[in-house]
């Protein structure tokens, strides 16, 4: 050893214990590369041993590493070169192994991580609808995603995804069956999840536990909705084929039995769908509303943007103006709420106002998705006697099918005659015609001149026959 | 108290056998004749390999920090991927995906649910437990901080400043893993780490979009370079 280096060290507990350990190494582990001499040796040749290699014990010593060094040089290069052991490398090589994965996975989640926290950057801003974009587009989401995602759905009122995530990505502990005995979960089911009663989830589980009981009732009650709701999607039937009135009786004698206003509320709701497809009086579905709001003031995704409409109907534009607000206040970035202002500047006559707000929205069409917009412009230039923009704007949906409905193909015929353009009368005829349907007969007494522009128009909406 | 190190070491065995080897591999970088290469043994050395001393004070702090600074780095890129998953993204699932003809000889894709779901977990904690290991063997054997001590004392002054922090930290270090106690230390940390996500959640997952934008640097030079 070389104890001109040794020296150098302060005495320490720890050292010469490791010395001496040095100096107790015997042949029998495998990797010692250091043998002791034997005692043996040492009492036999004392004198030659202090000029031979301790290891090798036949060259000398080599002295340039101190006057003491007792290894020659070859040994010490054999030393220096002794070989690494086979389950470092292993260990190594797994370790690595674990790192490329590591990396490898983490570049595939890159973009959910950045998606994470651009969601989580808007949701600081109160921008729900860009957080929720940016959450909708994570791949690898967990319930920690989720769990603020449910507080973006229910402040949005999509509560169908809310339901969706806490039923993917939390279970309840405390879960009950229909029988009231308690729901065994496997330890598997709960991987990924989290417990809903946990402290952490304090701020969803009142959302769950709402979402569990609206759901109840909505089974309860949806039925007798949805037994003509449906037929009327598929075209079975018509709104004037649904006997409205035996319908609002059979719901009325539920609401007089039910205990809760939670479910009274969730009656009122279908209530109000029921006659707001059947096209019943702007005033019993404002009454409707207005009662839904007050059953359920905390469910204002329940209501809020029907009454916003309907009370531009009812030409209760303050009142609409402060539901407006109270829009922008849970989500800024509401397009809707910008959309439900410019019709409201609609039915007051303040076109141009009007137009302001639908052109800013069109602008953006790409991102808010309100496709309805066309429409609204379209009426809104067709009320204040801009036929020509108003025809580029059914020209526009026309070609983009996306955009297209009935009334704005109605409208795409009647100005097609009026601005005496060939062809786009027919071309809405026949568009039809591949779907065994007709022009409205409204369509034909404009051009004809039977009804005038006011005339289409009844309280502030289109009526085509 | 050997005992609690020698458990510490088997417990953390891969770290503690990669911090052996990267020490081997600097002595033989050093030209230090190695005594003893055993990585994992019953007593003081368990996780270290015995050597010659070294003479020359940056060699000597530069063999304590730079096997220790690897540990790191490869517990910190192995360590990110749980963190993230499981702290940031609160995601446990989607890291074993069996190949697509295997599931289609399966009728119902449900049965390989709960197998999928299982490894997906037990990956996670297996490299939270390679991390932890590797993070637990990050510092030298005392043998080696004292002989540093004293070599330290020979730097230029310049270099005592650069060195310092790293100097104090391994001494430190020496210290608590001579008792086994940076294991229960980094086992606390942890803890604290699942406590508290939202002080370094941030920071992290800034570092964690790392491999992903290299991947697409690297992705778009090789379009460039096929599709030019």
């Not at chain 1, 101190?66 to 070989?83: A, F, K, M, P, V």
């Not at chain 2, 108290?1 to 052996?20: E, N």
Request: a negative charge.
């Amino acid at each position: 050893m070389d104890d001109n280096k040794i020296k150098d060290i302060p005495e320490n507990e720890d050292l010469s214990e490791s010395v001496q350990d040095e100096a107790n190494i015997t042949e029998q582990d495998e990797g010692v590369l250091i043998t002791a001499p034997e005692d043996n040796d040492i009492d036999s040749s004392e004198e030659n041993k202090e000029e031979l290699c301790i290891l090798c014990e036949k060259n000398a010593p080599d002295k340039s590493y101190g006057e003491d060094y007792d290894l020659c040089t070859e040994c010490r290069q054999n030393l220096i070169r002794s070989r690494f052991r086979f389950k470092g490398i292993l260990a190594l090589i797994a370790v690595l192994g674990c790192v490329m994965w590591s990396c490898t996975f983490l570049a595939n989640q890159g973009t959910s991580i950045e998606a994470i926290n651009e969601g989580y950057k808007y949701l600081k801003e109160s921008k729900l609808n860009s957080a929720l974009q940016s959450f909708g587009t994570v791949s690898a989401m967990g319930w920690k995603t989720a769990r603020n995602l449910v507080d973006v759905c229910t402040d949005l009122g999509s509560i169908d995804n809310a339901n969706y995530l806490l039923t993917s990505y939390f279970y309840d502990e405390n879960a009950v069956d229909e029988n009231g005995q308690p729901v065994t979960l496997l330890w598997i089911e709960k991987i990924g999840k989290s417990d809903i009663n946990s402290s952490a989830n304090k701020d969803i589980k009142q959302t769950y536990e709402f979402i569990n009981r609206i759901n109840g009732y909505a089974n309860k009650y949806s039925g007798l909705f949805y037994q003509y709701y449906e037929q009327l999607q598929y075209g079975v039937i018509t709104p004037s084929d649904i006997p409205y009135d035996d319908i609002i009786k059979q719901y009325n004698e539920m609401e007089a039995k039910a205990e809760t206003n939670e479910e009274k509320g969730v009656i009122t709701y279908y209530k109000l769908a029921i006659s707001s497809i059947c096209n019943a009086d702007t005033k019993i579905q404002y009454d409707y509303c207005i009662k839904l709001s007050e059953l359920l003031p905390e469910c204002k995704w329940m209501y809020t943007e029907n009454l916003v409409m309907l009370s531009i109907k009812m030409g209760k534009h303050d009142d609409a103006k402060a539901l407006i607000a109270d829009l922008r206040t849970t989500n800024p970035e509401n397009a809707y709420a910008d959309l439900y202002e410019g019709i409201s500047f609609r039915y007051q006559g303040k076109y141009d106002e009007a137009m302001k707000i639908f052109e800013t929205i069109i602008a953006d069409v790409e991102n808010n998705q309100i496709l309805d917009i066309y429409y609204e412009a379209l009426v809104c230039q067709f009320m204040a006697g801009n036929y020509e923009k108003a025809y580029e704007y059914a020209t526009l949906c026309f070609e983009n099918r996306e955009y297209l409905t009935y009334d704005i193909l109605y409208f795409y015929a009647m100005l097609s005659e009026q601005l005496g353009v060939e062809g786009g009368y027919d071309a809405a005829a026949d568009l039809l015609a591949t779907n065994n349907e007709k022009l409205s007969p409204t369509v034909d007494k404009y051009i004809k001149g039977e009804i005038t522009a006011e005339q289409l128009f009844k309280n502030g909406e289109v009526v085509f026959e | 108290m050997t005992v609690f190190y020698v458990l510490s070491k088997i417990l953390t065995f891969p770290g503690a056998l990669t911090k052996a080897l990267f020490e081997q591999i600097m002595c033989r970088i050093f030209k230090c004749p190695v005594e003893d290469n055993r990585y994992l043994r019953t007593d003081k050395m368990c996780g270290h390999i015995e050597h010659e001393a070294i003479n020359s004070p940056v060699k000597s702090y530069l063999f304590c920090f730079i096997p220790g600074l690897l540990n790191f780095l490869l517990a910190f890129t192995i360590g990110l991927f749980p963190l993230v998953n499981i702290l940031n993204l609160g995601n446990y699932s989607g890291f074993v995906v069996f190949p697509q003809e295997m599931t289609q000889t399966v009728q119902n894709p449900e049965m390989l649910e709960a197998p999928v779901r299982t490894l997906d977990l037990a990956i996670l904690f297996f490299f939270v437990w390679v991390s932890i290991s590797l993070l637990s063997n990050l510092f030298p054997i005392i043998k080696d901080a004292v002989i540093m001590k004293e070599q330290y004392k020979k730097l230029p002054v310049a270099l005592k400043v650069i060195f310092y922090p790293g100097y104090i930290g391994m001494q430190i270090g020496a210290r608590l893993e001579k008792f086994g106690l940076t294991l229960l230390i980094l086992i606390a940390l942890t803890a604290f780490a699942v406590i508290y996500p939202d002080l370094y959640i941030p920071f992290i997952s800034q570092i964690a979009i790392i491999p992903s934008k290299i991947s697409a640097f690297v992705n778009k030079i090789y379009l460039d370079i096929t599709y030019r």
